[in-house]
């Protein structure tokens, strides 16, 4: 697809103890989708969010997507 600069994912139970606050996560946990914590670490652990852009000359310069970098990453485990 032409992603040679920015190309990242993440799996959902990752982005959910990583990137949303202490706060947030407990109002989340309140509404109860899920019986038990284990199905909802299942689920997560099962999705993922990908996401990627192809920058072209100049975009880079300008800063269009540093926001993405800035956020914290999931190894790779092999």
Same mark, same amino acid.
């Given at each position: 697809?032409?992603?040679?600069?920015?190309?990242?994912? +993440?799996?959902?139970? !990752?982005?959910?103890?990583?990137? #949303?606050?202490?706060?947030?996560?407990?109002?989340?946990?309140? %509404?109860?989708?899920?019986?038990?914590?284990?199905?909802?670490?299942?689920?997560?652990?099962?999705? +993922? #969010?990908?996401?990627?852009?192809?920058?072209?000359?100049?975009?880079?310069?300008?800063?269009?997507?540093?926001?993405?970098?800035? !956020?914290? %990453?999931?190894?790779?485990?092999?």
């Amino acid at each position: 697809m032409g992603f040679v600069t920015g190309q990242e994912a +993440c799996d959902v139970e !990752f982005i959910h103890d990583r990137w #949303i606050s202490v706060g947030e996560r407990d109002r989340i946990d309140r %509404l109860e989708m899920l019986d038990e914590r284990e199905e909802w670490m299942l689920l997560a652990r099962h999705y +993922c #969010i990908a996401w990627g852009w192809r920058e072209s000359e100049g975009l880079n310069e300008k800063g269009i997507f540093d926001g993405w970098r800035a !956020f914290k %990453l999931q190894e790779v485990v092999e």
